[in-house]
């Protein structure tokens, strides 16, 4: 009878062997993940940012995002003529990133025309230090740079 099998030495340096390579690629796969998560929800931010800007223009009214940093939350709100309607509002706080005030202040407002009332750079950071940048133009165009 022939019995084919491994030796304990050679399960020890396989073993050791995917050790290593995994204790290479943990920390790499942390940056990578780190990263991910703050270009995420930057591209989601932007597209909440977008949405204001559509229904503006759809309602033909305006609409305001104000960022609320401690609650770590977007709210659109609808304003058509003195009444204020929250249309949504969007949470970042579990997405693991801060926002700094934006440069034109805590609200954006979108026109009818989709235009914004003022140009504004907002900058999200992540727990690792890392930034990511977007803008919101006078024509009211959302970009990420």
């Known amino acids: ?32 993940n780190s990263r991910t998560q703050i270009r995420c929800a930057t591209e989601e931010i932007a597209s909440e940012l977008r949405l204001a800007r559509q229904l503006a223009i759809t ?16 709210v ?19 997405k693991g990133i801060a926002i700094e005030e934006p440069s034109a202040g805590p609200e954006i407002l979108f026109h009818s025309s989709g235009r914004s009332a003022t140009a504004t750079t907002i900058h999200l950071r992540n727990k690792e230090g890392q930034i990511e940048t977007l803008t919101v133009g006078i024509t009211g165009r959302v970009s990420i740079l």
Do not use: W
Not at 76 to 94: E, F, K, W
């Open 76 to 94: 659109a709100q609808l304003i058509n003529g003195g009444s204020v309607t929250t249309h949504h509002v969007y949470r970042y706080g579990d």
């Open 1 to 32: 009878m022939k019995q084919d099998g491994h030796t304990l030495m050679e399960v020890m340096v396989v073993t050791t062997v995917i050790g290593l390579i995994s204790a290479l690629a943990v920390p790499n796969f942390m940056t990578i």
């Open 59 to 74: 309602h033909r009214d305006r609409v305001r995002i104000t960022f609320d940093l401690e609650q770590q939350a977007l």
